[in-house]
């Protein structure tokens, strides 16, 4: 099936009780015995199994192709839940620019915890073989990656890893299933922060893990789940599984238009560098081309004239919005460098853009104006 109709009906089926085509939402907290003491419905309490957190579920499995999914309350409780279904003295390869705030859950929470990392540029698969060690269980992925647009070879990294004995997580936020599916490449999760393009709207928070196999790893995260307890409201997951419904649409559009933005950019005197696995001048377009159906609607930009030129094109616009996230309908921009803090290794003078469905002429225009 394709993706269009797995993102309309998959886990979502007419409610037996009320005929209802739109799934109620079932906010109760418990959920009733049988007199044999059994859970006729498989629903215990809404920590462990809400009917509306199972919907959201089997539908992520169904577009990543999986065995299995568990849902969170955030994209950053589904990354913790997959470095805490590790162990204390294991070593885990990520990307030196993964998304900051995966970097820094690595830093400050789980390397006191007891886990070891090292970040690579996983640009070129060597240098993910070259980190590898006896300990190491997961290799992190995340392509295309935050804020540079670094493009990873899943297939080569996820071979890499397995012959390692590790396994391979990709971080599918910015793709999301309708543009790539990590697991038919060979990794054996995929986690999304569902805060962006699913959810699409920039009005829900959410996390999801999805298995290509039930196994030991999975069933850590499960556990994870159910008691760690960074579970997503039922109003969540709702409104989650009401956006996927659009997401294959969305997507298309938000490529598109990401694709005439960047040629825009590119072309124009006060840029410097566009990072955008679309343009074929990107180093990692081939990879990008082989492994998703589309590159996305996300891009970064370097100004001219640093720092301060870049704050002043942010400062200028008038219909992209300066504020941080991106999936969302509406376009924003973001001086990332000051979102990221002090820490921070992205360049001064880029701008990251998340190229909305407004119609690409007006966004276009209001560059040129902003740029001036
Ligand atoms: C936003 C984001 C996250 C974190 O998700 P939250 O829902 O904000 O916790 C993780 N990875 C990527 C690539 C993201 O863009």
């Given at each position: 099936m394709n993706i269009e109709t797995i993102a309309i009906h998959a886990g979502q089926e007419i409610d037996p009780s009320s005929g209802s085509v739109i799934p109620p939402i079932y906010l109760s907290t418990t959920f009733e015995r049988a007199e044999d003491g059994s859970f006729p419905h498989g629903n215990i309490y809404t920590r462990s199994g809400n009917p509306n957190r199972s919907m959201l579920e089997r539908c992520l499995t169904a577009l990543e192709g999986g065995a299995d999914c568990a849902a969170f309350g955030s994209g950053q409780a589904a990354a913790m839940a997959v470095f805490q279904a590790l162990r204390p003295g294991d070593h885990v390869v990520a990307p030196d620019d993964a998304y900051h705030g995966v970097t820094r859950l690595l830093r400050e929470l789980m390397a006191p915890w007891g886990l070891e990392y090292t970040q690579v540029d996983m640009r070129d698969p060597e240098h993910v073989r070259a980190a590898i060690r006896p300990s190491t269980r997961l290799v992190w992925v995340e392509t295309?990656?935050?804020?540079?647009?670094k493009v990873a070879d899943i297939a080569a990294v996820a071979a890499i890893a397995h012959e390692g004995g590790a396994a391979c997580a990709v971080d599918n936020t910015w793709a999301t299933p309708a543009l790539q599916r990590p697991l038919e490449l060979g990794a054996d999760l995929a986690v999304h922060a569902t805060t962006k393009y699913l959810g699409g709207h920039s009005d829900v928070l959410g996390g999801a893990v999805v298995a290509r196999e039930a196994g030991p790893l999975f069933e850590r995260v499960r556990f994870i789940q159910g008691n760690g307890g960074a579970v997503p409201a039922p109003f969540d997951c709702w409104l989650v599984l009401r956006g996927i419904r659009t997401l294959a649409y969305r997507v298309r559009a938000h490529a598109e238009h990401a694709m005439r933005v960047a040629r825009f950019l590119d072309a124009h005197p006060q840029i410097a560098r566009v990072y955008y696995p679309g343009l074929e001048s990107h180093p990692g377009h081939e990879v990008a081309a082989r492994q998703m159906r589309g590159f996305g609607g996300m891009l970064s930009a370097e100004v001219r004239g640093g720092q301060a030129a870049a704050m002043g094109v942010a400062a200028r616009?008038?219909?992209?919005?300066?504020?941080t996230s991106l999936g969302g309908t509406e376009s924003l921009i973001e001086h990332r460098a000051s979102v990221e803090g002090p820490e921070s290794t992205t360049p001064p003078s880029l701008l990251r853009i998340s190229v909305g469905l407004e119609h690409p002429d007006d966004l276009i225009a209001d560059l040129e104006q902003a740029l001036g």
């Amino acid at each position: 099936m394709n993706i269009e109709t797995i993102a309309i009906h998959a886990g979502q089926e007419i409610d037996p009780s009320s005929g209802s085509v739109i799934p109620p939402i079932y906010l109760s907290t418990t959920f009733e015995r049988a007199e044999d003491g059994s859970f006729p419905h498989g629903n215990i309490y809404t920590r462990s199994g809400n009917p509306n957190r199972s919907m959201l579920e089997r539908c992520l499995t169904a577009l990543e192709g999986g065995a299995d999914c568990a849902a969170f309350g955030s994209g950053q409780a589904a990354a913790m839940a997959v470095f805490q279904a590790l162990r204390p003295g294991d070593h885990v390869v990520a990307p030196d620019d993964a998304y900051h705030g995966v970097t820094r859950l690595l830093r400050e929470l789980m390397a006191p915890w007891g886990l070891e990392y090292t970040q690579v540029d996983m640009r070129d698969p060597e240098h993910v073989r070259a980190a590898i060690r006896p300990s190491t269980r997961l290799v992190w992925v995340e392509t295309p990656s935050n804020p540079l647009l670094k493009v990873a070879d899943i297939a080569a990294v996820a071979a890499i890893a397995h012959e390692g004995g590790a396994a391979c997580a990709v971080d599918n936020t910015w793709a999301t299933p309708a543009l790539q599916r990590p697991l038919e490449l060979g990794a054996d999760l995929a986690v999304h922060a569902t805060t962006k393009y699913l959810g699409g709207h920039s009005d829900v928070l959410g996390g999801a893990v999805v298995a290509r196999e039930a196994g030991p790893l999975f069933e850590r995260v499960r556990f994870i789940q159910g008691n760690g307890g960074a579970v997503p409201a039922p109003f969540d997951c709702w409104l989650v599984l009401r956006g996927i419904r659009t997401l294959a649409y969305r997507v298309r559009a938000h490529a598109e238009h990401a694709m005439r933005v960047a040629r825009f950019l590119d072309a124009h005197p006060q840029i410097a560098r566009v990072y955008y696995p679309g343009l074929e001048s990107h180093p990692g377009h081939e990879v990008a081309a082989r492994q998703m159906r589309g590159f996305g609607g996300m891009l970064s930009a370097e100004v001219r004239g640093g720092q301060a030129a870049a704050m002043g094109v942010a400062a200028r616009v008038k219909i992209f919005t300066r504020a941080t996230s991106l999936g969302g309908t509406e376009s924003l921009i973001e001086h990332r460098a000051s979102v990221e803090g002090p820490e921070s290794t992205t360049p001064p003078s880029l701008l990251r853009i998340s190229v909305g469905l407004e119609h690409p002429d007006d966004l276009i225009a209001d560059l040129e104006q902003a740029l001036g």
